[in-house]
Each structure stands twice: as C-alpha cells, then as structure tokens.
C-alpha cells in the first residue's frame, strides 16, 4: 500500500538530515560524494540507521527525536506531516 504523505514525512527527515549534517543519512560522509551501489543505498535505507548518528554529531534530543520519527522505516509507526510540523524541535 502505497502512503504518499508517509513518504513526504520521510523525505523531510531526510532533507533535514541532509541540512543538519551536510550528507544524506544513508550516504557514507567521506566517499568522495559518488553514489554507493543502488543495492548498498537500499540496504542502508532499510536498516533505518543513518551512517552517522545525529546524537553523536551534537544534535539536541529534540532534534535526533524529530528525525528517528521521520525516518522509521515503518510507515505506519512513522509520524505523520501533520505530527512533524507540531514536534517540539520545531516550536518556536
């Protein structure tokens, strides 16, 4: 089944991983920005673990908890747009 707005929620996790840490999430950080094999790329993606974690990297709780719920693997566990936009990290 396919859910098109889990799949936007995904996209802005990874987006904003991108943004926050300068790589995409299922990217190796030091290749020399080649793309891996499309069956490693796949792989990395549904493991769910990001190449390098955002705690790890300096990020706030708030921030590393906005981007675990956008890039669950599971699209019924993943938080909504909806849910995204109304996440604390986002609050001004």
């Known amino acids: 089944h396919y859910a098109c707005l ?6 802005a996790g990874a987006t904003t991983y991108d943004i926050l840490l300068g790589h995409p999430p299922f990217s190796n950080p030091d290749d020399d920005l080649s793309d891996p094999p499309l069956d490693q790329l ?11 974690d955002p705690a790890a ?4 709780a708030a921030c590393c908890n906005f981007l675990a719920r956008a ?5 019924v566990k993943r938080a ?3 849910e995204l936009l109304q996440h604390s990290w986002l609050a001004v």
């Open 42 to 52: 796949a792989e990395a993606i549904l493991s769910g673990r990001p190449t390098t």
């Open 71 to 75: 890039l669950e693997v599971d699209s």
């Open 6 to 11: 889990q799949l936007d929620a995904w996209g």
């Open 57 to 60: 990297a300096g990020l706030s």
């Open 80 to 82: 909504s747009v909806a």
